[in-house]
């Protein structure tokens, strides 16, 4: 029985389960010892180069938390909600799966703890149980199975990381999930990677063992053995560390992977490629020979972002900035659209607080472009206005973001058309303040596909708003119709507000081009300043989709405008 034949791409041929498609094989990844290893980023670069081999993959996330999904948390707590195409709020590290493979995520690829509860308890009150006594195991175990068997039919390897570190107690019916899982399925067809770190101490000059065999104990307390282990380090592994690992661990020596820290997570899928990654899991499923990895992409990437020949600096004006994790895909979108003009984006956080009342160009002077990102509650707009404002009036390039295009029209609307009142219902309405003109007003109903969406203000504040992909229509002879290079685009949204069409002619006689709608008409999607150098707003957000091999449009060329100004100063 071999499914797997040594050239990939043969393998719907495979029959030996009597089925007409292939299974997909599973790799489970787990972490140990402390948490922010990079489990995701390892996944991620994994998946790239089962790709690189020819494979098709995807990659999901399961996430021990009690939230039903994370886009109520504050991205203070838990960095990014990354938005998939179909609508749904997920963890950042799809973003990195995205950015890695560009096998657009689904609501399928995310699941929590709170979800999982909640579908079996919604099942409960329907009686699909029959009566039976609800419990961890079979019951919530047998929910966790199904979601990741989803679409097990459509990939040749499904990659699943256990979000947490082992011995958490939330992780546990995850755990045993996946060891069922493994069971259930026929022997081979499962892999397990864990995550650790080997700490280095200084005194003795030692890498230490003993946290990740710990770690490994635990696994292999509630019925898990790794398969592979990778070893976060900050220098290499020396033979001598490795045999232990592999003895104590009970893994192959070249199973015991060194993942060192690297200047860029671009590098990782060479880096892990170097170690032997690829190889180790290739042999642990017994394929062989191997099919030959293609690596020229990550190759070009890494030349890209390792040789620059310039830099710029870009200002991220927002309110969560103190935690960079909060706007994680901005940042990259940011460093793709470097490699493109082969240039290093300097990104410096600025808070808008801190000129929410007084002049904000001591803070925004220097910078080759700003940046307005998107943004939940009143804190921090004033800065936001203030800053649209600055770049308009300086001719430096901005970008707005869902929030940062909302903030560029009330600045609009206030300093140029006149609109003094001008204000958002998201702060007024809290606010209670009596006079103003809601030139962002929030959206109760919109079309979606072929039918419409309704919402009123007193609706829960979880998967409410306008989420995932919508299409939007652009003015011929627009910057973003030059940019995108066609009039029809797709780009994914999480609003729950809107600009008022109601003055858009007030703000288009001042200049302010309303060049992206969506398709009806009704809802404005993009703005631009028309006799600006590059001040563009959008209603979407476009960071979601870019790529280091695939830049996105927007960002590569306002990191474009923000090199050619930066020539000027
Ligand atoms: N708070 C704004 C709204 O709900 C902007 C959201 C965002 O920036 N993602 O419309």
């Keep these: 029985m071999q499914r797997f034949s040594a050239t990939a791409g043969q393998l719907n041929s495979d029959f030996s389960r009597g089925q007409p498609t292939h299974m997909a094989r599973f790799i489970f990844i787990t972490g140990g010892v402390v948490s922010s290893l990079g489990k995701g980023l390892a996944s991620a670069a994994l998946g790239a180069l089962l790709q690189a081999r020819g494979y098709s993959v995807r990659l999901r996330k399961l996430d021990p938390y009690l939230n039903v999904d994370p886009g109520t948390m504050s991205p203070f707590e838990h960095g990014e909600v990354f938005v998939t195409d179909d609508g749904a709020e997920t963890d950042l590290d799809l973003g990195h799966y995205e950015r890695f493979t560009g096998v657009a995520a689904r609501k399928t690829d995310s699941v929590s703890s709170g979800r999982i509860y909640s579908n079996v308890l919604e099942k409960e009150r329907r009686g699909d149980y029959l009566g039976k006594t609800i419990q961890v195991i079979p019951h919530v175990t047998n929910e966790i199975k199904d979601f990741i068997s989803i679409g097990e039919d459509e990939v040749d390897f499904m990659l699943c990381e256990i979000g947490g ?8 019916p995850f755990f045993e999930a996946i060891r069922q899982f493994a069971n259930d399925k026929p022997r081979g067809d499962c892999l397990f990677m864990h995550l650790t770190l080997l700490p280095y101490i200084k005194a003795s000059g030692e890498l230490k063992t003993k946290p990740t065999q710990h770690s490994v104990k635990e696994l292999r307390s509630i019925g898990l053995a790794p398969d592979i282990l990778v070893c976060r380090s900050e220098g290499p592994i020396p033979a001598k560390e490795r045999e232990k690992l592999a003895l104590f661990c009970n893994v192959r020596a070249d199973s015991v992977i060194a993942a060192q820290d690297l200047k860029s997570i671009y590098e990782a899928p060479l880096a892990y490629h170097r170690e032997g990654l690829d190889q180790a899991v290739l042999d642990a499923f017994g394929i062989t020979p191997a099919p030959k990895p293609k690596l020229k992409r990550w190759e070009d990437v890494a030349d890209g972002i390792y040789n620059p020949e310039g830099e ?7 309110k969560y900035t103190q935690l960079e994790d909060a706007y994680k895909s901005i940042a990259e979108a940011l460093t793709h659209g470097g490699m493109a003009n082969r240039v290093k984006v300097r990104i410096e956080w600025v808070d808008a607080e801190l000129f929410d009342k007084e002049d904000a160009a001591p803070y925004l002077q220097g910078y080759n472009a700003i940046l307005v990102p ?7 707009t004033e800065g936001k206005i203030k800053a649209a404002q600055y770049a308009r009036e300086q001719g430096l390039p901005y970008l707005g973001i869902c929030l940062g295009m909302q903030m560029a029209v009330i600045e609009a609307a206030r300093n140029v058309a006149g609109i003094t009142e001008a204000g958002s219902e998201e702060f007024d309405h809290e606010a209670g303040k009596k006079r103003f003109e809601p030139v962002v007003y929030h959206l109760k109903e919109w079309v979606q596909g072929n039918h419409t969406v309704a919402r009123t203000v007193g609706d829960d504040k979880g998967g409410t708003m306008r989420l995932g992909a919508y299409n939007a229509t652009l003015t011929e002879g627009s910057a973003v119709a030059r940019i995108y290079g066609t009039t029809q685009i797709e780009e994914r949204h999480r609003h729950r507000y809107e600009v008022d069409t109601k003055y858009r002619d007030q703000l288009e006689k ?7 709608m969506s398709p009806d008409g009704r809802l404005p999607e993009i703005v631009e300043w028309k006799d600006h150098p590059w001040f563009i707003g959008v209603q979407f957000h476009p960071e979601l989709k870019s790529k280091p091999f695939d830049p996105h449009p927007l960002f590569k060329d306002f990191v474009r405008a923000a090199k050619d100004a930066s020539r000027l100063v």
Excluded: P
Aim: overall charge negative; aromatic content about 6%; hydrophobic content about 40%.
């Design 374 to 380: 998107g943004g939940f509650g009143e804190r921090g």
């Design 312 to 318: 710029v600096k870009v200002a991220i004006v927002g």
């Design 165 to 172: 570190t082992v011995g958490d107690i939330e992780g546990l």
């Design 510 to 516: 001042c200049g302010l081009q309303f060049s992206g």
